[in-house]
């Protein structure tokens, strides 16, 4: 059977190719942007991509039949196979895209169908030809179509879902053209058109001519041709908004770099998710001092072998991974192993899916803030602790002052008792020589009171403290297992202080030297001089010190050591006034008390005395007491004090020795009394008295009576510097032989000696 002999134009072939190509080159173009995008633009894409592709195959095979031409036969097409021809590209094309940007592995199956539905377009458009002639195919060239265009389907989806550049992708775009193409003439060398009855087709056909053909088959090359120039398009502008944004965001990062780099006084690290240095400011090189060699080395460097060992550095990662932050303070190292102390802020770096990408640590040196807190920290509770002293100090001197009162009654009433007790019963003599012993005891006990508190009656004078620490090795004997040892300079400055409370100061602290060597040990008496390097050059003192080689304290018990009434010793076994008395001498005669111990490691006091411009050293040892014989004059003598005992008790010691005693409880009656009386010789006062004091009385008689003697009697220190030497003093509590010592004193009868210095007071 013969069949019709067909020509091609080969001009619309040409187009033909050209279309498959700008088709094939769009689509690639518009599913690397499906690719990269998601939501509804990847599907927005994904349909571009997919039109460009089935109708760019769908123009190029139409235009290709418009090149198709037989001799003598008119040709036509369906519009419902026509139509159909267009939409089965492009549904398999997008299907095919979608389903391999979703899984990769779907390729050869998505090209295989892909290229079915091409094949499937092509025949469907073939089948809506409608001629004078009937249409065959040679099996052989069908499948060879078939095959082509299965082909160029896998490689298309292939190149789609690569990286490729543009010239690539055009390159990839005129290949599969020519495939496409070849696929379609092909599929054309297949077919064989057999004549047939021209009247029997022309009254059975009714299609498209090639014309409105032509017409429609130019607006899908429009509209592709639209797409591509819209990518295009769509692809400048983003370049351009990315150029934009690029440029503005390398200015911004610029700036802060500039930012970053030029804060000198913190140091600022980027760290890798796994606390590696990624890069750092000038401020971390200069704070830390390594260089670029530390980058990509763990942090860790940065902290002490205490806080590596105890896993802080991987602690306050996790917390700022946890938290989103984490700040911290504690020591730091530099790379030439010197110590700070380092505030450090650790903050999360996420990206915006929410996993960390690293983090950033800020670290400033804050060793000078810390040294001015704990300056001030000391200087609190220094504040605290002097007004927690100067408190019990106030408490205790007035209780000292008390008690004095009480113990001049009990000693004067228990020394005139002795006198009048029948000589011919031992046991009671014996009864009352231990109540005085015992009033003693509480004497001593007061003037320790008095010292902690800083209001002790001292008498100052230039001490060697050499000669006085010699002076009293008879008191520093203790038990055999107990050694002392002194070591002294020869020219060792002599000092100003009260030799008598001194030498209770030293033997208080060998005694608690003792007490803290139960087994036996060492006793070391010690002096040097010393500068105090807070005040002037001329500021010097001698340190005399007493350390032991015993159990030592803690911390916690050398803070509390100075305080009044603390004491280790146990219930009944020591008062806890013995270094308080130590710390107030030596605050009162200018110095200071410093301890130094350690647990297993003994204690060490040191008394800091300041050194005597005056080179006379008097001697001012206690002479026994010589027994009390009554006055070589009688003299009318006025007693004031507002306690009772007090004032019976210094009145009837004085009527003992002879005297005419008058009695007043308070300065107004005193006063009262001076003025309705012709002779007063001498006026007893007690210096604290409510209403009026004992210089307040003083100076009144002396307005009144000028010539009086007074004679001021205290316990207590708290007298104005101004006036205190100028009345002679008779501390409490005192003995028959101290008021008869001190009012011959008074009278001048004899020289003064001791702490007794009669002044007449001024007149007014």
């Known amino acids: 059977m013969h069949h019709h002999t067909a020509l091609h134009d080969p001009v619309l072939v040409a187009l033909s190719v050209l279309i498959a190509a700008l088709a094939s080159y769009t689509a690639l173009d518009l599913a690397t942007r499906m690719r990269a995008a998601s939501g509804r633009a990847r599907r927005s894409w994904l349909a571009a991509a997919a039109i460009a592709m089935g109708g760019g195959i769908w123009s190029m095979h139409f235009v290709g039949m418009l090149a198709f031409n037989l001799a003598g036969i008119e040709i036509s097409y369906d519009p419902f196979p026509t139509l159909l021809s267009l939409v089965i590209p492009i549904v398999v094309a997008a299907a095919a895209f979608a389903v391999v940007g979703r899984r990769k592995q779907a390729l050869l199956a998505s090209g295989f169908a892909m290229g079915l539905g091409i094949a499937g377009m092509h025949y469907t458009g073939m089948a809506a030809m409608r001629m004078a002639a009937f249409l065959a195919y040679d099996l052989r060239w069908v499948v060879l179509s078939i095959a082509i265009a299965i082909s160029a389907s896998v490689v298309a989806l292939w190149l789609a879902f690569r990286n490729t550049s543009a010239v690539q992708r055009l390159f990839a775009g005129f290949v599969m053209g020519l495939a496409i193409s070849g696929m379609h003439y092909a599929a054309?060398?297949?077919?064989?058109?057999?004549?047939?009855?021209?009247?029997?087709?022309?009254?059975?056909?009714?299609?498209?001519?090639?014309a409105p053909l032509a017409f429609v088959l130019a607006g899908i090359t429009i509209l592709i041709l639209s797409i591509g120039i819209a990518a295009a398009v769509y692809d400048r502008a983003s370049a351009e908004r990315a150029q934009r944004e690029a440029g503005a965001l390398r200015r911004s990062e610029e700036r802060f770099r500039l930012l970053v780099e030029g804060i000198a006084d913190h140091a600022i690290f980027m760290l890798d998710p796994d606390g590696r240095v990624g890069n750092w400011n000038l401020g971390a090189r200069r704070l830390m001092g390594y260089g670029d060699d530390v980058v990509g080395t763990s942090y860790t460097i940065f902290h002490t072998e205490e806080d590596c060992a105890a896993g802080a550095p991987a602690r306050a990662l996790a917390e700022a991974e946890r938290d989103g932050k984490c700040a911290i303070e504690g020591w730091r190292v530099r790379k030439d192993g010197s110590r700070f102390w380092a505030e450090a802020t650790i903050v999360s770096v996420r990206n915006d899916s929410g996993a960390i990408t690293g983090f950033a640590k800020i670290v400033r040196d804050v060793s000078?803030?810390?040294?001015?807190?704990?300056?001030?920290?000391?200087?609190?509770?220094?504040?605290?602790?002097?007004?927690?002293?100067?408190?019990i100090g106030q408490l205790t001197g007035g209780v000292a002052h008390d008690f004095n009162n009480l113990l001049a009654a009990v000693l004067g009433s228990l020394e005139l008792?002795?006198?009048?007790?029948?000589?011919?019963?031992?046991?009671?003599?014996?009864?009352?020589?231990?109540?005085?012993?015992?009033?003693?005891?509480?004497?001593?006990?007061?003037?320790?009171?008095?010292?902690?508190?800083?209001?002790?009656d001292l008498r100052p004078a230039v001490v060697d403290v050499r000669e006085l620490v010699h002076g009293m090795a008879s008191l520093l004997k203790f038990e055999a297992g107990i050694r002392v040892e002194t070591l002294f300079p020869m020219d060792l400055p002599k000092v100003k202080v009260d030799a008598n409370q001194l030498e209770l100061a030293v033997l208080n602290l060998a005694v608690n030297a003792r007490d803290a060597m139960p087994d036996g040990g060492l006793i070391t008496i010690a002096a040097r001089e010393e500068r105090d390097g807070g005040g002037p050059p001329s500021n010097g003192y001698v340190a005399l010190s007493v350390s032991d080689s015993g159990c030592g304290m803690d911390d916690q018990t050398?803070?509390?050591?100075?305080?009044?009434?603390?004491?280790?010793?146990?219930?009944?076994?020591?008062?806890?006034?013995?270094?308080?008395?130590?710390?107030?001498?030596?605050?009162?005669?200018?110095?200071?008390?410093?301890?130094?111990?350690?647990?297993?490691?003994?204690?060490?006091?040191?008394?800091?005395?300041?050194?005597?411009?005056?080179?006379?050293?008097?001697?001012?040892?206690?002479?026994?007491?010589?027994?009390?014989?009554?006055?070589?004059?009688?003299?009318?003598?006025?007693?004031?004090?507002?306690?009772?005992?007090?004032?019976?008790?210094?009145?009837?010691?004085?009527?003992?020795?002879?005297?005419?005693?008058?009695?007043?409880?308070?300065?107004?009656?005193?006063?009262?009394?001076?003025?309705?009386?012709?002779?007063?010789?001498?006026v007893v006062t007690d210096y604290a008295m409510p209403g009026m004091t004992g210089l307040q009385l003083a100076s009144a008689v002396a307005a009144e009576r000028p010539g009086t003697v007074i004679l001021l009697s205290s316990g207590y220190a708290d007298i104005p510097s101004d006036t205190q030497s100028s009345l002679p003093r008779l501390p409490k509590p005192f003995d028959q032989a101290a008021l008869a010592k001190a009012v011959q004193a008074a009278m001048h009868e004899e020289e003064p000696t001791g702490s007794i210095v009669a002044f007449r007071p001024k007149s007014a």
Do not use: C, Y
């Open 188 to 210: 054309m060398e297949g077919a064989m058109f057999l004549p047939a009855d021209p009247m029997a087709g022309r009254a059975e056909h009714v299609g498209v001519g090639q």
């Open 558 to 682: 050398l803070k509390h050591a100075q305080e009044p009434f603390f004491t280790t010793k146990g219930v009944g076994k020591g008062t806890g006034l013995g270094l308080s008395m130590v710390h107030g001498l030596a605050e009162q005669s200018g110095g200071r008390l410093v301890l130094k111990s350690r647990p297993g490691e003994g204690t060490t006091a040191d008394i800091w005395l300041p050194i005597a411009e005056e080179t006379a050293v008097p001697d001012l040892r206690a002479e026994a007491p010589a027994p009390v014989s009554r006055a070589s004059r009688q003299l009318a003598v006025l007693v004031v004090d507002d306690d009772l005992l007090v004032l019976e008790n210094t009145a009837v010691m004085l009527e003992d020795l002879g005297h005419t005693v008058l009695e007043a409880r308070s300065g107004e009656e005193a006063l009262d009394l001076l003025r309705r009386t012709r002779t007063i010789d001498l």
């Open 417 to 456: 008792l002795k006198k009048r007790l029948p000589p011919g019963d031992p046991r009671i003599q014996r009864l009352v020589d231990n109540a005085m012993q015992g009033a003693q005891r509480g004497a001593s006990l007061t003037q320790r009171m008095l010292a902690f508190a800083r209001k002790q």
């Open 368 to 391: 000078e803030r810390r040294r001015a807190q704990e300056a001030l920290d000391r200087a609190r509770e220094a504040l605290t602790m002097s007004q927690k002293m100067e408190t």
